[in-house]
């Protein structure tokens, strides 16, 4: 690690892609961070995470061509990062030496191509004050009943419902989305989708952990359901080949990873892990264990990954982005 310090004090700065809840006041705060654990004041030049399919062909495009990477250090869910692996463009590192004490050795992922930031779980939110928990859907099939039509809203993201129909079965699954469709449920992203809950337009929201984290923190009913099975997905940070600032984005990494990492983006970005324990994702995984629910993690589920990049991943992929446009 102390080779990884003095080249970081010689590099000076980093460019990194992170979590956007960490602009500001947030990314003050990890460099304030790096410099206390590390003694090392980095410039850190910050681009809030928008698309990671976006910001993978523009990794993709720069490395290919020899240009020097935008970023030396980038996040992405794991579904984009095998991509990135596959491409060729991440390091490969030897991170045990690394982590701090304390940092799980699940952190490390794609046999050291990255380390986790952050993980979520997918699911739906209610208003347990709109309905009553004996009543509110447990299942994607539960969300096809008549009695809910107009009154949900849910995500815009294909490879997440790529995920639980392979998992559940393709047909099958399609089937049912399809049948939730007659109920004219609004699809959006994430944050819009939140927004309309919040505002007492749905009772029902098909998202992800974090919104639910956010919808609690506001004061806002709402009670978490697993549908099905309990699902996750690991946000993870790599270093890019030909980064300018390999040692920074180490030192950046490697924080991230640790205990202080995990507390800081839970009070930052508002984002835990289930690698450690005391934080929402944590606490939905156990909950999700106790119910005798099966967990999976989207990189860990045998052959998710080839189908999803497979002709037939893709073509179902398409199917999936036609049933949510109501074709």
């Known amino acids: 690690m102390s080779r990884v310090i003095e080249g970081a004090k010689k590099e000076g700065q980093v460019a990194v892609t992170l979590h956007p809840s960490l602009a500001g006041k947030g990314i003050e705060r990890l460099r304030r961070s790096i410099a206390e654990k590390y003694g090392v004041d980095l410039q850190i030049d910050y681009t809030p995470s928008a698309s990671y399919p976006v910001s993978l062909s523009k990794a993709i495009t720069e490395v290919k061509t020899g240009a020097p990477p935008s970023n030396d250090?980038?996040?992405f869910a794991d579904a984009t990062l095998a991509k990135a692996v596959a491409a060729g463009i991440t390091e490969k590192m030897d991170w045990k030496p690394l982590l701090a004490a304390g940092t799980p050795p699940q952190v490390i992922q794609f046999d050291g191509n990255a380390v986790s930031e952050h993980t979520n779980h997918f699911g739906l939110v209610y208003n347990p004050s709109a309905i009553p928990p004996q009543e509110?859907?447990?299942s994607f099939k539960d969300l096809a009943n008549p009695k809910w039509r107009g009154k949900m809203a849910m995500y815009s993201y294909t490879s997440t419902y790529l995920?639980?129909?392979?998992?559940l079965g393709v047909d099958k699954n399609l089937s049912t989305m399809r049948e939730i469709m007659k109920n004219e449920p609004v699809v959006d992203i994430y944050a819009r989708g939140l927004t309309r809950y919040m505002a007492g337009e749905y009772p029902i929201l098909l998202t992800s952990s974090n919104f639910y984290w956010e919808a609690k923190k506001k004061g806002v009913p709402t009670q978490w359901v697993s549908p099905d099975i309990s699902l996750n997905t690991v946000h993870a940070v790599c270093i890019l080949k030909g980064a300018r600032h390999p040692n920074a984005a180490k030192l950046i990494a490697v924080f991230l990873a640790s205990p202080d990492g995990n507390?800081?983006?839970?009070?930052?970005?508002?984002?835990?892990?289930?690698?450690?324990?005391?934080n929402i994702e944590h606490d939905l995984d156990q909950e999700d264990r106790r119910l005798g629910l099966k967990a999976y993690s989207i990189q860990q589920v045998p052959g998710l990954l080839d189908f999803m990049f497979s002709e037939k991943g893709v073509q179902t992929d398409q199917e999936i982005g036609r049933i949510l446009k109501g074709r």
């Open 73 to 75: 250090l980038i996040v």
């Open 136 to 138: 509110a859907p447990k």
């Open 163 to 167: 995920a639980y129909s392979f998992i």
């Open 263 to 278: 507390k800081y983006m839970i009070e930052e970005a508002g984002s835990g892990s289930l690698y450690y324990p005391g």
